[in-house]
């Protein structure tokens, strides 16, 4: 059994996951839901990255998880100004 580390928050009204390790997102209408799409998300990386040689993998930087954790600040400051 493989351990990752996972990001939830709630963005827009609906819950987003992201998987550290592996830059894969996850999405639904509840926690449970989102982290159960992760789960499934990476379960089928992993199969396609086993079996093909081509396939990039990184981890996600600090700056590209700055990025996810304030999408929706700039979504509110956008509707805050009226331009969303």
Same mark, same amino acid.
């Given at each position: 059994?493989?351990? #990752?580390? +996972? +990001?939830?928050?709630? *963005?827009?009204? #609906? ?6 390790? *592996? ?8 926690? !449970? ?6 789960? =499934?998300?990476? =379960?089928?990386? =992993?199969?396609? #990255? =086993?079996?093909?040689?081509?396939? #990039? ?15 929706? !600040? ?11």
């Amino acid at each position: 059994m493989n351990f #990752y580390t +996972v +990001v939830l928050r709630k *963005n827009s009204g #609906y819950w987003v996951t992201l998987c550290l390790e *592996n830059g894969i997102v996850g999405q639904g209408n509840s926690q !449970e839901d989102a982290i159960k799409k992760l789960q =499934e998300a990476i =379960e089928s990386f =992993e199969i396609v #990255y =086993e079996s093909e040689s081509n396939i #990039y993998k990184s981890t996600v930087s600090i700056d590209e998880l700055h990025e996810f954790l304030s999408v929706e !600040e700039k979504e509110e400051d956008l509707e805050q100004f009226g331009r969303c």
